[in-house]
């Protein structure tokens, strides 16, 4: 079983920066991809960011690119999603998955395990 716990969440003005941390338990953290997606009230959850199992590929939705930047920290067994520049379409839970393999994806069924969320609101 694996645990994943998000962190740093909160409320920021539009244009205003807020990273999120997720810690992971419960198996070998550096085997294995991760990704955030994220969630508003009525909607599917939505991919925003995947990483590889080394931090050497990473995949972004056009609708973060060049804002956001995910990375790890293996030897924490830690995931970072740095936001910067949010904008009030960002406002929504954030999760984080921990996916079945190495490899980074954007497709939500390959990921085996989901955090709580974490919620970002972002003020116009």
């Known amino acids: 079983q694996v645990q994943l716990v998000e962190s740093g969440g909160g409320l920021v003005q539009a244009g205003g920066s807020l990273r999120l941390s997720c810690a992971a338990s419960?198996?070998?953290?550096?085997?294995?991809?991760m990704g955030w997606f994220r969630q508003v009230p009525g909607k599917e959850r939505e991919f925003a960011a995947a990483?590889?199992?080394?931090?050497?590929?990473?995949y972004y939705a056009d609708s973060v690119k060049g804002r956001f930047t995910i990375s790890r920290d293996n030897a924490k067994s830690t995931v970072f999603l740095q936001m910067n520049s949010l904008e009030p379409e960002d406002t929504a839970v954030y999760y984080c998955a921990a996916a079945r393999g190495s490899i980074a994806t954007m497709n939500k069924g390959e990921y085996a395990y989901w955090g709580q969320g974490t919620q970002v609101t972002v003020s116009s």
């Open positions: 419960g198996r070998t953290f550096s085997r294995y991809a």
């Open positions: 990483i590889s199992w080394s931090g050497g590929l990473t």
